[in-house]
Nanobody, 122 residues
Framework: QVQLVESGGGLVQAGGSLRLSCAAS????????MGWFRHAPGKEREFVAA????????YYADSVKGRFTISRDNAKKTGYLQMDSLKAEDTAVYYC???????????????WGQGTQVTVSS
C-alpha cells in the first residue's frame, strides 16, 4: 500500500511559479509510474502530466506543455510538478497518483493523494 501526500500549493499571481511535491511512503516508489491530475470547480478531473518509474519518460497535457515540468527523486521517494507561467485557468486542486505500472497515461492509477489547492489570481 502506497500513501501519497501533496504539498506546495497556494495562492500565486498570474505569471508566477509554484512547485508541488508528492511524498510517498509505504511502498517501493521507484517501481511506480506517477502522474499529476487537477480538478477545477465545475469541470471534470483533468490529466496534467505523467512520468515513468525511472524518470526516463514524461508526457504532458497540451494545456500545460512548455510551462509545467514533472520530475521525481526516487531516493527521496518524492515526485514534483514545477509550474511556471501560471494562468488563472490553472486554478484547481492538484492530485498526484502512483501506479504499479511503468508509465500510465490514463486516469487509472492505483493510489491517489488527498490533493493540494492551487489558486492563480489574474
Amino acid at each position: 500500500q502506497v500513501q501519497l501526500v501533496e504539498s506546495g500549493g497556494g495562492l500565486v499571481q498570474a505569471g508566477g511559479s509554484l512547485r508541488l511535491s508528492c511524498a510517498a511512503s509505504g511502498g517501493a516508489f521507484s517501481w511506480y509510474g506517477m502522474g499529476w491530475f487537477r480538478h477545477a470547480p465545475g469541470k471534470e478531473r483533468e490529466f496534467v502530466a505523467a512520468i515513468s518509474s525511472n524518470g526516463g519518460n514524461t508526457y504532458y497535457a497540451d494545456s500545460v506543455k512548455g510551462r509545467f515540468t514533472i520530475s521525481r527523486d526516487n531516493a527521496k521517494k518524492t515526485g514534483y510538478l514545477q509550474m511556471d507561467s501560471l494562468k488563472a485557468e490553472d486554478t484547481a486542486v492538484y492530485y498526484c497518483a502512483a501506479d504499479h505500472r511503468y508509465f500510465v497515461l490514463s486516469s487509472e492509477y492505483d493510489y491517489w493523494g488527498q490533493g493540494t489547492q492551487v489558486t492563480v489570481s489574474s
